[in-house]
Nanobody
């Protein structure tokens, strides 16, 4: 069994910063691409950023230059540093990861989500 656990969400003022963390745990052989998505009320879930095991990154245009995704492969953890936050960044942020378990089966997993609220 594999789990993704997010932390670090909260309430922040416009222009502020938050750092999200997502740790994969369980019977893991390896973790491939990790990423963050978000879903605002009444909107579809959208990609925010991804990072491969080789640390190649990809960002949505709306967050480029403000958000930084990183990872610690030894801890099976990914981070999302969010700077210069705007009210439109308000959403539930979900972690996503491609994980190969100890039986060498590859599956895609989602975390439970963490709320980020940016006040104007």
């Amino acid at each position: 069994q594999v789990h993704l656990v997010e932390s670090g969400g909260g309430l922040v003022q416009t222009g502020g910063s938050l750092r999200l963390s997502c740790a994969a745990s369980g019977s893991i052989a390896s973790v491939g691409r990790m990423g963050w998505h978000r879903q605002a009320p009444g909107k579809q879930r959208e990609l925010v950023a991804t990072i491969t095991s080789w640390r190649h990154t990809n960002y949505a245009d709306s967050v480029k230059g403000r958000f930084i995704i990183s990872r610690d492969n030894a801890k099976n953890t990914t981070y999302l540093q969010m700077n210069s936050l705007k009210p439109e960044d308000t959403a539930v942020y979900y972690c996503n990861a491609d994980v190969t378990n100890s039986r060498f089966r590859n599956d895609n997993y989602w975390g439970q989500g963490t709320q980020v609220t940016v006040s104007s």
